[in-house]
């Protein structure tokens, strides 16, 4: 319980009406979830307007509303408070509510198209090595320390972020790591979080669905740089394009890092193995058990900001080489007759071709390449024509399947996604809508030695269809199907 006249401080409001001297028991943006004496903030959201239900959640016992208009018919004993925007006012008061855990912790969020979990992961699985408490924000799951909680987002809703970071601090945690999604930024979804870092890794193709155009979605992006203290650190990647814009209109300090341009943190790939990498790197030269050259950028960014949190370069570097990657990124088993299966989230044209490039580059013979692709349904359709036409260029064989179709039509997807295929090469792909028919399939067409790639789904232990979630894992079918072909 808190009373809300400590739990707006800090917000700027245009208007009070009550005394703001209430107890206020949840903060609450939902009126299905309000329970009695909650703080109720009305949000505009992408669907709807959580201004139309600010009478139901006073009716379900509201104490106090938070909104940008105030309803017509005003009823009850209910403070409200108008302010220039509820989903940035959202994140004040959830951080007053939880006392502001944020800032008793070293936060660093991860932003960027790819890259973000893995980062974010290392970063927490390097810090738990060299003996810290640590909090984990990210796709995959959320974590104090060795506590797992699910996850739903790749960056929850603010009360959800509080209310973790609040747990980290009573458990003691010196540091948290998190992924920051365009999404989140655009809805303010990290207001109110005071950061102690921010790393970008790239920015490509993807999310156009939502942000609409790829200058609005740099834009989300650089907002997250621009709002950071001038005691942080902002540290991007020099070799992407877009890598200085992050550090435009910073107030941060601004570092860099890069295998290719002139950087604060440099490295080079002097190995690049199905077993590893082994980079220079800061002078150094060390073995990593993570594969591909985007993983150099990962490693890097992570020695980097490692680096910016004062840690010890040696101890740096003895940790982090003996750690692997976030679940569902590049996993890969071997059959009893020597078919290789990976398992990779790849969900973006760009991580396509990194995948495939590096399982080009580092197999050890003339192994074939089969794929197995699918596209989410309910999110970017032009990226779908765009995988598609990546995946070919990139495998001997491909099989087009469903991704998470939500509520799409799998068969229409598949079709945009076939759309990108050059005609050439139409007679070495496959459309199977059932995944695991499609991964079947794959191993089918495969010979001892061959590749199959399953991308899209990674971690992920669901598909989605026509909004229903059924259990699904990639690397459980590939398991059966080794098993079956033994
Ligand atoms: C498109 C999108 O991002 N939507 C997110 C957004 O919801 P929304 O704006 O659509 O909400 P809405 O349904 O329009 O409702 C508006 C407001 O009315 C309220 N409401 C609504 C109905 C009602 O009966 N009562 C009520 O009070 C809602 O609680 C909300 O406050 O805000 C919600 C709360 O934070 C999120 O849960 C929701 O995520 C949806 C489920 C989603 O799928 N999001 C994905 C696209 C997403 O966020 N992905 C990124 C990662 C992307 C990546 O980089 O890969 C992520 O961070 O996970
Ligand atoms: N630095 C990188 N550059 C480009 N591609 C990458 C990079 N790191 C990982 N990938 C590819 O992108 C996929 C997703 O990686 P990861 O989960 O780390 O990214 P993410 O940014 O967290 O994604 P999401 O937005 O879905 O949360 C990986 O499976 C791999 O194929
Ligand atoms: N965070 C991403 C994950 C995509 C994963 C892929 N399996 C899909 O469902 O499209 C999104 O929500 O767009
Ligand atoms: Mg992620």
């Not at 005003?74 to 855990?101: H, K």
């Not at 936060?107 to 738990?128: D, E, M, Q, S």
Request: net charge negative; proline share 3%.
């Amino acid at each position: 319980m808190k009373y809300l006249s400590e739990i707006i401080d800090g917000l700027a409001f245009t208007e009070l009406q009550g005394s703001a001297d209430i107890e206020i028991s949840a903060v609450v943006f939902d009126s299905r979830k309000v329970t009695p004496g909650c703080l109720f903030v009305a949000v505009k959201g992408t669907v709807s307007d959580g201004h139309d239900y600010i009478l139901q959640a006073i009716n379900e016992g509201a104490a106090a509303v938070i909104c940008e208009e105030l309803p017509s018919r005003v009823t009850g004993e209910v403070d409200f408070l108008m302010v220039a925007d509820s989903a940035v006012a959202l994140g004040i008061v959830s951080a007053n509510f939880y006392d502001n855990p944020s800032a008793k912790l070293k936060l660093v969020g991860v932003t960027g198209t790819n890259g973000k979990t893995t980062i974010a992961t290392l970063l927490y699985k390097l810090f738990r090595d060299m003996g810290y408490k640590c909090g984990l924000i990210s796709t995959v799951e959320n974590k104090i320390n060795e506590q797992v909680f699910p996850s739903t987002h790749t960056t929850p809703d603010p009360v959800e972020l509080h209310r973790l970071m609040s747990d980290m601090v009573e458990q003691g945690c010196d540091y948290c790591f998190m992924e920051v999604s365009s999404h989140a930024i655009a809805q303010h979804r990290i207001a109110g979080l005071n950061f102690a870092g921010a790393i970008f890794s790239n920015l490509t193709h993807d999310h156009l669905d939502y942000h609409k155009t790829f200058e609005k979605y740099l834009k989300a992006k650089k907002a997250f740089f621009d709002d950071l203290s001038s005691n942080a650190f902002a540290l991007t990647n020099g070799d992407d394009k877009n890598g200085n814009v992050m550090l435009q209109n910073t107030k941060a300090h601004k570092k860099t890092y890069g295998l290719k341009s002139m950087a604060d943190y440099k490295a080079r790939i002097l190995e690049n193995q199905f077993e590893g990498l082994l980079l220079q790197i800061d002078n150094e030269e060390v073995w990593f058990k993570m594969v591909g050259t985007f993983n150099a950028y990962n490693l890097l960014a992570v020695y980097a900001a490692a680096m910016l949190l004062d840690q010890d370069k040696t101890k740096i570097l003895t940790s982090l080489s003996k750690l692997t990657g976030a679940r569902g990124r590049f996993d890969y088993i071997v059959a009893p007759n020597k078919i290789v299966g990976i398992v990779d989230y790849a969900h973006s044209p760009d991580a396509v071709q990194n995948i495939l490039s590096t399982v080009h580059d580092i197999r050890k013979g003339n192994e074939k390449v089969i794929t197995v692709i699918g596209c989410g349904g309910d999110r970017d359709k032009t990226k779908r024509p765009i995988m598609a036409k990546t995946a070919c260029e990139w495998s001997d064989k491909v099989v087009f399947t469903s991704d998470n179709p939500r509520s799409e039509d799998p068969a229409q997807i598949i079709k945009e996604m076939e759309e990108g295929v050059d005609p050439a090469f139409k007679r070495h792909t496959l459309s199977i809508a059932d995944r695991r028919e499609a991964i079947k399939t794959a191993c089918m067409l495969a010979r001892p030695g061959d590749i199959v790639v399953v991308a899209g789904k990674g971690h992920e232990k669901y598909q989605e269809i026509a909004g229903v979630k059924h259990h699904f894992d990639d690397m459980e079918e590939l398991v059966e199907i080794f098993k079956e072909l033994s």
